[in-house]
C-alpha cells in the first residue's frame, strides 16, 4: 500500500483484533481484486490500550481465512489524533467507536470520521463477535460495509473524472 495513495481510510473498533482488522484487510482483499489496489492506503486501529502489539483474534483471523484472505503481521495499534490529518476517512464499527475516535481527534471539523454501515442501506452498529462469539454475522457486516464503501468511493472518482 501506497502512502501517496488517494484514498486513505483508517478503521477503528475497540481494541483493533477482531472487527476493524477484519474490515482492514477484506477492504484490502476488495480494491485488489477491483484492480485499483494503488488507489488505497487501508489500516486500522483501536480506540483503546487494551489490546495494543497484541494479533489479531484467532476467530477472526480463521474467518478471514474462510474467504482466503490473510492479515498475517497485523499487530494491534491505538488510533492517535494525528491520524486524523493522515486520513481521509476514519471510519468506525459502532456508534460508541465514533464517539471515542471524536474524542481522541478533538473533535471532527471536516467530516471524516463516519461509521461503516452508513455506506449500506441499513445504518447501524457492525455486530460485535467480542460479546456475541458470531464472527459469521460480524464477517457478513463488514464484507457489505466495504463493499458499498469501494462503489461510493469509485462512483465518487468517476463522477469527479467525468466532470473534468
Not at 467507536?97 to 471532527?108: A, E, L, P, T
Not at 454501515?117 to 464484507?143: C, K, L, N, Q
Amino acid at each position: 500500500m501506497n502512502k501517496g495513495a488517494k484514498h486513505k481510510i483508517l478503521f477503528v473498533c475497540h481494541g483493533n483484533i477482531c472487527r476493524s482488522p477484519m474490515a482492514e484487510f477484506v477492504m484490502k482483499d476488495l480494491v485488489k481484486k477491483a484492480g485499483v489496489e494503488e488507489d488505497f492506503f487501508i489500516e486500522s486501529a483501536a480506540t483503546s490500550t487494551e489490546e495494543i502489539g497484541n494479533t489479531v483474534y484467532p476467530p477472526a483471523r480463521r474467518k478471514l481465512a474462510e474467504h482466503n484472505i490473510s492479515c498475517a503481521g497485523k499487530t494491534a495499534r491505538q488510533m492517535t489524533r494525528s491520524d486524523y490529518g493522515c486520513f481521509d476517512l476514519l471510519i468506525g464499527m459502532d456508534s460508541r467507536n465514533i464517539v471515542n475516535m471524536r474524542r481522541i481527534c478533538g473533535g471532527d471539523p471536516a467530516g471524516k470520521i463516519v461509521q461503516l454501515m452508513d455506506f449500506t442501506h441499513r445504518s447501524g452498529d457492525v455486530a460485535d463477535p467480542w460479546y456475541t462469539g458470531d464472527f459469521e454475522t460480524t464477517y457478513r457486516d463488514i464484507d457489505e460495509g466495504c463493499r458499498a464503501l469501494l462503489d461510493y468511493i469509485l462512483r465518487r472518482d468517476d463522477h469527479r473524472s467525468s466532470a473534468k
